[in-house]
């Protein structure tokens, strides 16, 4: 499986970031596949954004429920992550994740900087 992310480099403070992540080698639809969104500050660890089931259902960080939507397109098998309210301290590497059965596939990430 491979994942891409791509997205603008650079968001201004209170804007909507918008992110797609291009998932080849795997239908996003496939059983058992759990995709996810995963970002990491500059200096920090890996933060979980949420996800987005094979059934379609998704699952959000509690801390950035209300700020968060992640969506998928099944015919091109691409996933949606969109944020708003940007702030600063949303700045960071943005992945794009897969685990299937125990195994976990990443996209290389894409930097995300909020700044104005």
């Known amino acids: 499986v491979q994942l891409q992310e791509s997205g603008p480099g650079l968001v201004k403070p209170s804007q909507t970031l918008s992110l797609t992540c291009t998932v080849s080698g795997a239908s996003i639809t496939s059983n058992y596949y759990y995709w996810t969104w995963i970002r990491q500050p500059p200096g920090k660890g890996l933060e979980y954004l949420g996800a987005i089931f094979y059934s379609g259902n998704t699952y959000y960080s509690p801390s950035l429920k209300s700020r968060t939507s992640i969506a998928r397109d099944d015919a091109k098998n691409l996933l949606f992550l969109q944020m708003n309210s940007l702030k600063p301290e949303d700045t960071g590497v943005y992945y794009c994740?897969?685990?299937?059965?125990?195994?976990?596939?990443w996209g290389q990430g894409t930097q995300v900087t909020v700044s104005s």
């Open positions: 994740n897969a685990l299937f059965l125990g195994m976990e596939f």
